[in-house]
């Protein structure tokens, strides 16, 4: 069987190496390296105006999408002001994967939220973002340590897409954001959240194939069972019921 072609979408920021200073476009090697683990091949896809106004021409070659993490998404795009800690959104990247998330959706192509891409997935959906969560939950342990990834448990839903793709139903994961969802699209459920303080840290569309937002970052566990899900449900297999409530 031939390996999935799965989609990555990724962030163009200023970049220096080798004593470049440039615009890049730029992906942490962890997601490639995740769906590469799971038997399928990566590929970066970087913010394309005309792909954003034909997403489907796209969406054609692949088999599966993830929409990775990355700045904010501009609040403008889920019809709210912004919060001054709202920062580093960038409209082409924003334009682009809200309509790959569409698409997606429409055409039940597996589809991968991780951090900012679970918080796109919802806005796709019709859904709002909390801009900055400590507002709300009084602390910063989401993101308590500048470019450091921190570690908190998430509880989810038995039975979930969330937790069939976890393989667990409560466990610890590598988190860093401080943003979240907000009101829930259409057609989204809650299907995972913090220990700590009940924020909503999965989400899911349990009529499509395979959608699933994670707030967490899966690519940074190699134990992480849930890109090898996505890559899974990108040729046809089911996703396996975990061991009720392992950790």
């Known amino acids: ?30 997601y490639p390296n995740a769906v590469q683990r799971a038997e399928g091949i990566a590929l970066l896809l970087p913010p394309d105006d005309a792909m954003a106004e034909s997403p489907g021409e796209l969406l054609d070659r692949l088999d599966a999408l993830v929409l990775a993490g990355g ?3 501009d609040p403008a795009t889920y019809g709210a002001r912004s919060h001054g800690a709202t920062t580093g959104s960038n409209h082409a990247r924003d334009r682009f994967e809200l309509a790959l998330a ?8 597996p589809l991968l939220g991780i951090c900012r891409g679970m918080q ?4 796709a959906a019709g859904g709002t973002i909390r801009q900055h969560l400590p507002d709300d939950v009084g602390h910063e342990r989401h993101r308590e340590t500048a470019n450091v990834f921190g ?14 793709a976890a393989g667990q139903e409560r466990h610890a994961v590598r988190s860093y ?11 989204v459920v809650a299907s995972g ?27 940074e566990d190699e134990a992480s069972g849930v890109i090898g899900a996505l890559v899974a449900a990108a040729r046809g297999a089911a996703v396996a019921l975990p061991v009720r409530g392992e950790r």
């Open 193 to 219: 959240v913090a220990v700590e303080d009940g924020t909503t840290e999965a989400i899911e569309l349990p009529d499509r194939r395979f959608a699933l937002g994670v707030l967490w970052h899966p690519e």
């Open 151 to 164: 570690n908190h448990e998430v509880v989810l839903e038995p039975g979930s897409l969330a937790a069939r």
């Open 102 to 109: 569409w698409a997606a959706l429409e055409r039940d192509l």
């Open 177 to 187: 954001h401080h943003q979240g969802p907000g009101e829930l699209g259409d057609g």
């Open 71 to 73: 700045a904010d998404i």
């Open 120 to 123: 796109m997935l919802n806005v």
């Open 1 to 30: 069987m031939s390996r999935p072609l799965i989609g990555i979408c990724a962030a163009v920021e200023r970049a220096q190496w080798l004593g470049w200073d440039v615009d890049a476009t730029l992906l942490s090697c962890r």
